[in-house]
């Protein structure tokens, strides 16, 4: 029989899952250019494509694309910084149970604010005939665990 104290002590593993999946999503690209059977662009979070080795700005681009990807990025790392905060003080008994669940869904709001800012500038100023990769799919995936373990953890608490 499963332990249900336990559980609940342990409902904020879900948002830290959410969060490291996350961080992953940032440091993989968000889509993939095939331009022939030789070479492909690999599109990273801050709009630089790599090619091989070699990091190459996006033909065409200004500026307004790579502030774009920083910002989601922005998103995304805060998002990450109010879960761990959160957890440590959760840990402690630092934080009233009532202000959890709607920190871990601001979390959620954010990282979906940042994997939408990501899709939006990848139809709009990136060459069509992508496809979406990790980063993206990721993120999505991510807010949806995060606002998960918000929504249990606002159950559990009223």
Same mark, same amino acid.
Do not use: H
């Given at each position: 029989?499963?332990?249900? $104290?336990?559980?609940?002590?342990?409902?904020?593993?879900?948002?830290?899952?959410?969060?490291?999946?996350?961080?992953?999503?940032?440091?993989?690209?968000?889509?993939?250019?095939?331009?022939?059977?030789?070479?492909?662009? #690999?599109?990273?979070?801050?709009?630089?494509?790599?090619?091989? %080795?070699?990091?190459?700005?996006?033909?065409?681009?200004?500026?307004?694309?790579?502030?774009?990807?920083?910002?989601?990025?922005?998103?995304?790392?805060?998002?990450?910084?109010?879960?761990?905060?959160?957890? #440590?003080?959760?840990?402690?008994?630092?934080?009233?149970?009532?202000?959890?669940?709607?920190?871990?869904?601001? $979390?959620?709001?954010?990282?979906?604010?940042?994997?939408?800012?990501?899709?939006?500038?990848?139809?709009? #100023?990136?060459?069509?005939?992508?496809?979406?990769?990790?980063?993206?799919?990721? %993120?999505?995936?991510?807010?949806?665990?995060?606002?998960?373990?918000?929504?249990?953890?606002?159950?559990?608490?009223?």
């Amino acid at each position: 029989m499963v332990n249900m $104290s336990s559980l609940k002590e342990n409902l904020w593993i879900i948002p830290l899952i959410g969060a490291i999946l996350a961080i992953i999503s940032l440091i993989t690209p968000i889509a993939t250019f095939v331009v022939s059977a030789t070479q492909t662009f #690999y599109c990273w979070t801050w709009f630089i494509l790599s090619v091989g %080795q070699d990091l190459v700005l996006i033909p065409n681009s200004d500026e307004v694309l790579r502030f774009v990807g920083i910002l989601g990025s922005v998103l995304i790392l805060t998002a990450v910084g109010i879960i761990a905060i959160t957890i #440590y003080k959760i840990q402690n008994n630092d934080i009233k149970n009532s202000l959890v669940g709607p920190y871990w869904l601001i $979390s959620g709001f954010l990282i979906i604010g940042g994997a939408i800012i990501s899709i939006i500038a990848l139809n709009s #100023y990136v060459l069509n005939g992508y496809t979406p990769n990790f980063g993206v799919f990721g %993120q999505c995936i991510a807010a949806v665990i995060v606002m998960i373990g918000a929504l249990l953890f606002i159950k559990d608490n009223s």
